[in-house]
């Protein structure tokens, strides 16, 4: 509404004949204006996409990587209290929870960044 009035006031201000060229100067700008803003529109759209599919895909891999390492550490658990006596269980424990803080470590400092 008031981009309307301020086009009014224009053309009031404007000499009777050059009315039709301002209206023809308000025209031209006004298409250019939406054509702008539909490319942009687009752009903008195209650009959360691309943004969108590189965020999930980063995601995938690391969600896979960190996958691997556990099916890793399970591996390494399964294979360590396959030979557990009664008499080596305190060893297995033990080995067990170096195991796991090693791990638990290695994963914190990969997502963290810290050595």
């Known amino acids: 509404m008031l981009g309307l009035v301020a086009i009014a006031i224009g053309a ?22 939406l054509l702008l803003v539909g ?20 995601n995938d891999r690391t969600n896979e990587a960190i996958r691997s390492q556990i099916r ?25 929870a170096r195991l796991t803080d090693e791990f638990t470590k290695r994963i914190v400092e990969e997502t963290t960044g810290e050595v």
Do not use: C, H, Q
């Open 39 to 58: 490319v942009v529109l687009l752009l903008e759209r195209r650009i959360i996409d691309n943004a969108a599919r590189l965020v999930r895909s980063a």
């Open 72 to 96: 890793d550490l399970e591996d390494r658990m399964a294979a360590e209290w396959k030979s557990v006596t009664p008499e080596n269980l305190a060893e297995k424990k033990a080995e067990t």
């Open 12 to 33: 009031l201000i404007t000499s009777t004949g050059a009315v039709s060229s301002y209206f023809a100067g308000v025209l031209a700008n006004v298409g250019t204006t």
